[in-house]
């Protein structure tokens, strides 16, 4: 009963592709998109942009650092293009649709902008291209550009076939629920560059997970910007992230489920319920409370305040015993004084996050936040806030990890750890890496052999972002045993 189509085999591969990708899932998710569709058009990766016959940039815009990263390395393929005009060079992402034709302005060498709601047009674009067509702009429209009906199909879910040897490994993968966003927080691009908040789905979200299943994927991460604001409407029913979870739950060979990223203010009683009683939802909740200050996040125009975070965390911890939460922070937000920061000090240390990321504040025009508020906190002040909250966070993070010293933990095995690739370790014997249900890093000196099983592993060291461990026994853990909530 899939709504998906059955993969057909793949033509022989005849062409070369690089692409580099920056941001966050969703871009991870289009890119592994891109690439699979590339390859039914012969496509084959490359590592090295001399080799490829197409080069893509995925693109982010939300901080002003990731642009100008892009449009460096841009300019650090000048030369290869204009020596080689025949390869293609494209930008997708993010910053194609919010840049649009400027892109061609400031990099005219580049051939193809291609916003993240039209990735589906790249293969024809990239045919068009070869034959001799000069800058193509496929972008959505713009939340100003016309009814809301036009503008949500302008922005289209770009979610074919799904390839496991496309995935860094084929027993996880992303599987997008929701696009866009609704909420414009001032200080954010997202609702700009990705459109309006539309819910996939149920039955297409539901085939896609069985089409992962079938492929031997044992995780899903379900991904949205405000992944538990999901709500998709058809007739006289309405399917929230519960009910969906509660469906997904049901697929056999799916072991795992998480989902990120929450809003804080939709993390319902009923949906904390749904996590505690479908043993497969790992009991991690990634919610970015973003500041610590009312007036901070009055100014962000977030929607809560500190009093409803710490409800939530309540809420959490009451119905959810032992979960992980994780965060984001921005500091040096517009006319932030050092008393609001402190709060954000003091937020962190109540909250006791399994980890934050700390982002210093960067003005994205576009914005409400760069329209009205001025960017006033100084760099270096942003800066040492920004190290200043970084240590609170990860000297929580260690000690909470202290706790898991000796004690056993379920792990899905990813593959090598990334010290193991950097070593250059072969062989079968290498030093292994996986997640337990609460998101924790672990690694252990293990076997190549154990990728994608589900294993226990006894904690032997802990640092602040990774826990060691071995293995006692091969004998692998029978799915779905419930040990503990680590
Ligand atoms: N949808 C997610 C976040 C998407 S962006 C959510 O709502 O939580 C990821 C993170 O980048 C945000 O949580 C925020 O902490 C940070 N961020 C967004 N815009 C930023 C900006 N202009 N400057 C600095 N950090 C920003
Ligand atoms: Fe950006 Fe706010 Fe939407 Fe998250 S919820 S994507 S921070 S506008
Ligand atoms: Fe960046 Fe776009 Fe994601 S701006 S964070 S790639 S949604």
Known sequence: MSDLPIPSPLPPATKH??????????????????????????????????????????????????????????????????????????????????????????????????????????????ERARAGEKHQLAVSLSRRDGNVDDIKRSHETFDPLRDPEMRPTPFQAYLRIQIGCDKFCTYCIVPLTRGPEQGRAPAQILAEAKVLASQGCKEIVLLGQTVNSYRFVERDKTTRMSDLLRQLHEIEGIVRIKFVTNYPKDMTRELLETVRDLPKCSPYLHVPAQSGSDSVLKRMK?????????????????????????????????????????????????????????????????????????????????????????????????????????????????????????????????????????????????????????????????????LFGMVETTEVVPELLQISML
């Open 17 to 126: 592709l690089y692409i580099e990708t920056v941001g966050c899932q969703m871009n991870v998710l289009d890119s592994e998109m891109v690439v699979a569709s590339l390859r039914k058009s012969g496509y084959v990766l490359t590592a090295k942009p001399e080799d490829a016959d197409a080069i893509l940039f995925n693109t982010c815009s939300v901080r002003e650092h990731a642009e100008e990263k892009a449009y460096h390395n841009l300019f650090h393929l000048k030369q290869l293009k204009l020596q080689n005009p025949d390869k293609i060079l494209g930008v997708m992402g993010c910053m194609a649709q919010k840049d649009q034709k400027a892109i061609f302005d400031r990099t005219p060498f580049v051939d193809l902008v291609v916003g993240p709601g039209q990735l589906h047009r790249i293969p024809e674009m990239i």
């Open 302 to 466: 977030r929607g809560y305040t500190t009093a409803d975070y710490y409800d939530m965390m309540e809420r959490i911890h009451d119905i959810l015993p032992g979960a992980a939460v994780s965060s984001d922070f921005i500091v040096g937000f517009c006319g932030e004084t050092e008393e609001e920061f402190q709060m954000t000090m003091d937020l962190v240390r109540r909250c006791r996050f399994k980890n934050s990321f700390i982002f210093q504040y960067s003005v994205r025009p576009g914005t409400r936040g760069a329209e009205i508020y001025e960017d006033d906190v100084p760099e270096e002040v942003k800066h040492r806030r920004n190290l200043d909250l970084l240590d609170v966070q990860n000297k929580i993070s260690l000690e909470d990890n202290l706790r898991f010293m000796g004690q056993k933990v379920e792990i899905l095995v990813e593959g090598p750890s990334k010290w193991s690739v950097r070593k250059g370790q072969t062989g079968d014997l290498r030093q292994m890496t996986g997640r337990t249900r609460c998101d924790r890093i672990v690694v252990w000196d293990g076997n190549v052999r154990q990728a994608g099983e589900l294993l226990m592993v006894q904690i032997t060291d802990v640092y602040a972002f990774t």
